[in-house]
């Protein structure tokens, strides 16, 4: 028994070392915050700072799912489609013979009638046509109880009677009669009927409608600005009617087509849907076939998801910096062509092209002819923003008030008055930005894109944005940088460990690529780092990304 009791002991003990070690695992692999709330230590993190490391969680922020958006045009293939309404002349009804005949004690035969269904909507021209035999007398014939011929036939081949389409209904009752003699009571009213038929114009619409499909992501469809259908139809002009075609159950084309000519349908980007959505062609007349049939979508330059975090003065160095060449900040330096900088171009008064030109000598012209206005799409300016005489009132003037439609498509980028035109709440750039024309004419203005206008966004009223207002936004002054006694650490943590990521990360408009196969991606950000308020912008590459979260630390390191 003895022996068995020590055998108990040296098991639990076994058991004992056991749970310990699980429990010390288990709080080891805790995080930290709970950690240290588990054992008690609550003084080691105080307020989101981290003592022993000494750093400072300016931004802590769980991410999810970042939509990848093609800012690019975007097309979806259609299949080739045949819509076609065929009309032919068909025997509705036919009868071989019939025999009517009235006397006074001979009434049996006197009514024959015949039984017509169709399809009223698509049978047109209906002809009641027949050969007389024997007769006498006059013959009445009624359509639904409405007489359509009362008279004799003197004739053995009459010709066709029309059946007027307001008495023609689906189902139709079609009666021939002959009436009594009368007061000639020895005589009979007759009539022998042959080769009785009931012709018409039929329309087969069994492939009057053709459908097809295409599928907008959600993100595309909140970023669209304009959807539109081309095809090419294949018809021949004197045997068709109209074309219509809808989108999601709503008209937006019908017309007959110009048949072997590339046509275009504008879209409502309104009626368009995330997620499938449904053409409709129809056809009510002849045959088309719609060709080479594609949806081209344009989208806005999206918005990415932008995270915030604020530095203050404290861990700046004032730095003295001379003007660069090529940049607008109102300094010619010593040195630097007029056909470089803006500057420079306007204290020799010269006229400035916003956007690169072919030749880079035509960026700054002191004369510029008629027949110059248009090496420069964005139009010349001086420093006071008036276009040259002879560029007056075309596109580029920015001061005449009017979008002429001499401007390139899309023509807001190009024109101050076309920027308004679209929408007067949008903001006008009238240098071109460093991320490229599009951004010229804006919707609105987030504060890290401030900076993207050189001389500043402005509305319609030449005010700046609310977002770039100096009182509440404190810009980065470039004559300041991070002191190096501090580290600026950004840490992106992903969802897994296996999949390749790609994603560019746009602090304060100093963009970098991450590339990695990695679950957790660091990257000093001193050099990107400004006082006040800093911004970082997550921009998938070529696909959406997943990621779990973003922190950024501060960390005095000296």
């Not at 100093?510 to 800093?534: L, P, V």
Request: proline share 4%; charged share 20%.
């Amino acid at each position: 028994m003895a022996h068995k009791r020590g055998q108990y002991a040296s098991n639990a003990a076994a058991f004992v070392a056991v749970l310990t070690v699980a429990i010390i695992l288990y709080i080891l692999f805790l995080p930290p915050d709970i950690r240290t709330q588990l054992l008690g230590d609550q003084n080691s993190i105080i307020n989101g700072t981290n003592s022993s490391a000494n750093a400072n969680i300016l931004l802590e922020q769980n991410v999810g799912t970042v939509s990848y958006i093609n800012t690019d045009e975007k097309t979806y293939d259609l299949p080739t489609t045949r819509i076609y309404s065929p009309t032919s002349g068909q025997i509705l009804k036919s009868v071989p013979s019939i025999s009517l005949r009235n006397a006074i004690f001979d009434k049996e035969q006197s009514t024959y009638s015949i039984e017509l269904n169709i399809d009223k909507a698509s049978t047109k021209n209906v002809l009641l046509s027949f050969n007389v035999g024997d007769h006498k007398g006059p013959i009445s014939i009624t359509v639904n109880g409405k007489v359509i011929y009362n008279a004799e036939i003197t004739t053995a081949n009459p010709k066709p009677i029309a059946l007027d389409a307001d008495y023609l209904l689906d189902s139709n009752n079609i009666t021939l009669s002959v009436p009594s003699p009368g007061l000639r009571f020895w005589s009979a009213n007759q009539y022998s009927i042959e080769t009785l038929q009931i012709t018409g114009d039929v329309t087969d619409y069994t492939n009057a409608v053709g459908i097809q499909n295409f599928v907008i992501s959600q993100s595309e469809k909140e970023n669209l600005e304009s959807v539109t259908l081309f095809f090419y139809p294949g018809c021949s002009l004197n045997d068709v009617g109209s074309l219509r075609i809808d989108l999601n159950g709503k008209s937006l084309y019908n017309s007959v087509a110009d048949c072997g000519t590339k046509t275009f349908a504008v879209l409502n980007t309104n009626d368009i849907i995330a997620g499938t959505n449904e053409l409709r062609f129809y056809s009510a007349k002849g045959s088309y076939t719609l060709d080479n049939m594609y949806i081209q979508t344009t989208t806005t330059k999206p918005t990415y998801k932008t995270y915030y975090f604020d530095l203050t003065d404290d861990y700046f160095n004032a730095k003295t910096t001379s003007a660069k060449c090529g940049d607008y900040d109102g300094i010619c330096p010593p040195g630097c062509d007029a056909s470089v900088d803006a500057d420079c171009c306007f204290n020799r008064n010269g006229y400035w092209c916003a956007l690169p030109t072919l030749n880079t000598n035509d960026r700054c012209r002191y004369y510029v002819a008629s027949d110059d206005c248009n090496i420069c799409k964005t139009g010349f300016y001086d420093s006071y923003g008036n276009p040259p005489t002879n560029c007056k009132d075309i596109c580029g003037d920015n001061t005449d008030g009017a979008c002429t439609s001499s401007c390139p498509q899309p023509n807001r980028y190009y024109d101050k008055d076309c920027c308004f035109a679209q929408s007067s709440d949008n903001y006008w750039c009238k240098e071109t930005p460093i991320t490229g024309i599009e951004d010229k004419c804006k919707p609105n203005v987030s504060p890290n894109e401030c900076n993207l206008c050189p001389s500043g966004y402005i509305n319609n009223e030449g005010s700046a944005p609310q977002s770039c207002n100096q009182a509440n936004l404190n810009i980065q002054d470039s004559e300041y940088v991070m002191s190096n006694s501090y580290e600026l650490k950004l840490t992106v943590r992903f969802v897994d460990d296996t999949t390749r990521k790609r994603v560019d990360f746009n602090v304060n408009g100093h963009t970098f690529r991450i590339d990695t196969t990695s679950i957790e991606y660091t990257k000093d950000i001193n050099d990107y780092a400004q006082t006040g308020t800093n911004s970082i912008e997550i921009i998938p590459v070529d696909d959406d990304i997943n990621i779990a979260d973003v922190k950024v630390e501060l960390k005095q390191v000296s």
